[in-house]
């Protein structure tokens, strides 16, 4: 199947700073990516689903100032966790979908990110 | 709105046992269903998925039905391996181009 990569796959950071994360599509085009966050012994909560070239739209409760996403390629989104804090450490995973070939429309998934925030 | 059940783990079975792992679904129209399955340090991976009523999905001796009538996707497998230990979710799409909604996961360790 497709593969999505994430990075970096764990990240410490200091309160108050942003962190940055990539997800890339690594043998596909991917006009749709999603982030979710899932919390210990929790589901997969989707955050938001990004387009390629448009504006994310966001999940209720999710503020789009504080989790910036840009889908500039057809390969890549990335996720900026804008000042941090305690209560943002998560693991973040990524999910890009697929709409050629064999594999269409299903959704793969990146290994994730550990985010641990000071 | 849709959302997913699945049975709270974690289930702790010996090797060769019989595993079933339930969900049921609350969803408008007709959803797809999947299961997918998280090993230790890796990204979520399509185990099997059902499109339809009474469809049947199957993959590395897992198995679930698409019960429309039960509103159910129950994960099953006749002899579970140590390397079947995982996270397993079930999850269901209502249509093309939505997202996929997940349950809350069940931890699966599995003993020699």
Same mark, same amino acid.
């Given at each position: 199947g497709a593969v999505v990569s994430q990075h970096p796959s764990w990240v410490i950071c200091k309160s108050g700073t942003s962190v940055k994360i990539e997800c890339r599509s690594l043998d596909f085009q991917a006009t749709t990516m999603f982030w979710y966050r899932q919390f210990p012994k929790q589901s997969l909560m989707l955050m938001a689903t990004s387009n390629e070239g448009s504006k994310a739209t966001y999940e209720q409760g999710v503020e789009k100032d504080k989790f910036l996403i840009n889908? *500039? #390629? /057809? @390969?890549l989104s990335t996720l900026t966790v804008t #000042? *941090?804090?305690?209560?943002? #450490?998560s693991f973040y995973i990524c999910s890009a979908r697929d /709409? @050629?070939?064999?594999?269409?429309n299903e959704q793969f998934f990146g290994p994730g990110t550990r985010l641990t925030v000071l | 709105g849709n959302s997913v059940t699945q049975m709270e783990g974690p289930v702790t079975l010996s090797e060769e046992a019989f595993l079933t792992i339930n969900c049921t679904y609350t969803a408008t129209g007709y959803p797809s269903l999947f299961w997918y399955v998280q090993y230790p340090g890796e990204g979520l991976q399509l185990l099997l998925k059902a499109t339809k009523a009474d469809d049947k999905g199957s993959n590395k001796g897992f198995e679930a039905t698409y019960r429309k009538e039960t509103t159910s996707f129950h994960l099953e497998k006749g002899s579970v391996q140590v390397s079947d230990s995982a996270v397993y979710f079930c999850a269901l799409r209502n249509s093309g181009n939505t997202p996929l909604v997940f349950g809350k996961g069940t931890r699966l360790s599995v003993i020699a």
């Open positions: 889908h *500039a #390629s /057809l @390969t #000042s *941090a804090h305690p209560e943002d #450490s /709409l @050629t070939g064999d594999s269409y | -």
